[in-house]
């Protein structure tokens, strides 16, 4: 059975960067890794995602291990908002798209 | 622009009723998708839209759980004879492309109690 796993949390200083581990050692070579994250009383939001480069956008950054078992989130500095449960979310939902949730990695940023 | 919104924002329902939850995605989005969410779990799939047509139900938990979204826009997910186990945050999620829905827009979610 596909398998993803993230530390259940991971505390960091303001300004610091972040490197949130994710293994996912059943991908399959087509399946995208993507990225969310979800503050407090909020809906899940888009990260990032990718295949098999490593990925940049304004959020964040994202590398993938060259044998895909594994990805790191990257947040350069961390901030305050950035406090949140992260989700590492392999493309396993099939032909719909639709995401398939763990329970995530718990970022705690101190000031 | 609008993001997608939900209503009611919270809702308590005594054990046995009806709900109904809405769900207004982002204009023009053909896919859209429910979430289920338990305390402290991440969100978990209930069912599928593209437009009008409902592609994947598989997440529904029982025969009281129904979706629909008749004109392709707004959706409502209903709760029949509520039961203790639906109390959740209920997410409700639109995408533009089916072809690349790798973005999901979520909404704020409406939290279920049922006493």
């Known amino acids: 059975d596909a398998k993803t796993t993230q530390p259940n949390s991971m505390e960091s200083n303001e300004e610091e960067p972040v490197h949130l581990p994710c293994n996912h050692s059943?991908?399959?070579?087509?399946?995208?890794i993507h990225w969310y994250r979800q503050l407090p009383s909020q809906g899940p939001e888009y990260v990032i995602h990718?295949?098999?480069s490593n990925v940049n956008n304004r959020m964040a950054s994202l590398a993938i291990a060259e044998d895909r078992k594994s990805s790191t989130l990257i947040l350069h500095r961390a901030t305050l908002r950035d406090a949140a449960v992260y989700y590492c979310?392999?493309?396993?939902?099939?032909?719909?798209?639709?995401?398939?949730f763990g329970t995530g990695t718990l970022l705690a940023v101190q000031p | 622009g609008a993001g997608v919104s939900q209503s009611p924002r919270y809702k308590v329902a005594k054990r046995g009723q009806d709900v109904a939850l809405r769900c207004d995605p982002i204009?023009?989005?053909?896919?859209l998708f429910w979430y289920q969410q338990a305390l402290g779990q991440g969100p978990e799939f209930l069912t599928y839209?593209?437009?009008?047509?409902?592609?994947?139900k598989s997440g529904l938990p029982s025969d009281r759980f129904f979706a629909e979204r008749p004109e392709g826009s707004v959706s409502t997910l209903k709760i029949q004879r509520t039961q203790q186990e639906d109390s959740a945050v209920y997410l409700c999620?639109?995408?533009?492309?089916?072809?690349?829905?790798?973005?999901?827009?979520f909404g704020p979610g409406t939290r279920l109690t049922v006493t």
């Open positions: 204009s023009g989005h053909v896919s």
């Open positions: 999620a639109s995408s533009p492309d089916p072809l690349l829905s790798y973005e999901q827009y």
């Open positions: 059943t991908i399959s070579g087509t399946d995208y």
């Open positions: 990718g295949l098999t």
């Open positions: 839209f593209q437009n009008e047509a409902q592609l994947d």
């Open positions: 979310i392999p493309d396993y939902g099939g032909a719909t798209n639709k995401l398939i």
